[in-house]
């Protein structure tokens, strides 16, 4: 992951025409988790008509409570499949167990390590064999030098694909749901030659800093944001306090626009 053996920049195609770390803003966006079909066609054309380049949606949830909703599994994977064929949007989702990677991989086009399974070193070794790009999300107690370590198992294992992540890290002030550790992004640019994007929503939890912090993002250097968003945030099964809707997503892909073309 290190400059030192890979002194220029890495840009990873994440599907045919959608690249992070070539100098353009990709953002990626979409539900926390896959809830029905109406749900996800919905949110999906809205966001592609906004002008997100890919789309979001988690099937497997990693929930810190066991009893809340854990993701509709593989039928969340179908209706993302579908979503992908109405939109043209490449799908991002969450792989959590080894022996999922080998069966999920050919269904979506970007496979996500979430902050839970950052370490889970069986995790990064199976996907270092895929042939699928990786957006790999610091651990929210991981130090920058744990976290690029984890992203060099992946790279090890012969898959260079690899995407971080940065999306809160535990403080003392619970007033954020995470903090938001802007400061890694041109740190970790300076130290590898992997594209890396920002994650404002779990960062923040809250719907209101999601704009002015991914505005943050890009002009701190970020490649690309990740960002929830559904139709009807207030029915959302997961993370709605922090999804913004189409119309505040909207918004905010015209002010990035506005900013990304002025920087
Ligand atoms: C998510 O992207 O929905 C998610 C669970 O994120 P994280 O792993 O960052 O909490
Ligand atoms: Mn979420």
Known sequence: ASRE?????????????VV???GSLTVMAGPCAVESREQMLRTARGVKASGARALRGGAFKPRSNPYAFQGLGSEG???LMEARRATGLPV???????????????????LQVGTRNMQNYSLLKALGSVDRPVL??????????????AAEYILAGGNQRVVLCERGIRSFDRSTRNTLDLSVVPLVKSLSHLPVVVDPSHATGRRELV???????VAAGADGLILEVHARPEEALCDGPQSLDLDQFDALMKALSRLHGAL
């Open 5 to 17: 053996v890979f002194p220029g920049t890495t840009s990873v195609e994440l599907a045919p025409g």
């Open 20 to 22: 992070l770390g070539d």
């Open 92 to 110: 991002v989702t969450e792989v959590m167990a080894p022996e999922d990677v080998e069966w999920l991989a050919p269904h979506v086009d970007v």
């Open 136 to 149: 790999l999300k610091r651990g929210m107690a991981a130090t920058v030098d744990e976290w690029l370590q």
């Open 211 to 217: 704009a002015p912090m991914s505005l943050a993002a």
């Open 77 to 79: 994977i179908a209706l």
